[in-house]
């Protein structure tokens, strides 16, 4: 078993801080987008990417521990490390990662339903402002009345 600092548990700690300020920054999200805010959105974009970025290297980290201590480089060797040879602080931690993993897939859930109910206004809101625009003209360009359906001749035999 691994217990330096190259263990599979090295980063878990790092981790939970990380996807913890993650899901913080899913509520406030999630709070901007109730209050239809959306012009604050872009700076929690960036904030949320960094975070992305650095929980992927954290879990890259994890997984190369993994494998050099003889398990699968992913979660199913998370879990078989987790079952067989990790310190019970280490298990903790992992239940602790997946419980904020969850938390934070589940606020991004629900920020995505918010975000397609504004997009679905904003798509209503633009369909009837089209609509106004493209009614009747009462003069063409040519100064002539003019309308929009089509006209047929009337041919006779």
Avoid at 77 to 96: F, Q
């Amino acid at each position: 078993m691994q217990q330096s600092g190259t263990g599979p548990a090295t980063t878990l700690n790092d981790e939970i801080a990380a996807a913890s300020q993650l899901a913080a920054v899913l509520q406030r999200e999630q709070a901007l987008l109730i209050d239809a805010d959306v012009d604050a959105l872009p700076d929690l974009t960036q904030e949320k990417a960094k975070l992305i970025a650095q929980i992927a290297v954290l879990a890259n980290t994890r997984y190369q521990a993994l494998a050099a201590a003889g398990f699968t480089d992913d979660e199913a060797g998370m879990k078989a490390w987790t079952e067989s040879s990790a310190p019970a602080a280490a298990v903790k931690a992992w239940n602790d990662l997946l419980a904020v993993a969850r938390e934070a897939k589940e606020l991004n859930r629900i920020n995505g339903v918010l975000i397609g109910k504004h997009i679905s206004r904003n798509q209503a809101t633009l369909s009837v402002l089209q609509a106004g625009r493209q009614g009747p003209a009462l003069y063409g360009p040519d100064g002539q009345t003019s309308s929009k359906g089509g006209s047929r001749g009337l041919v006779i035999g």
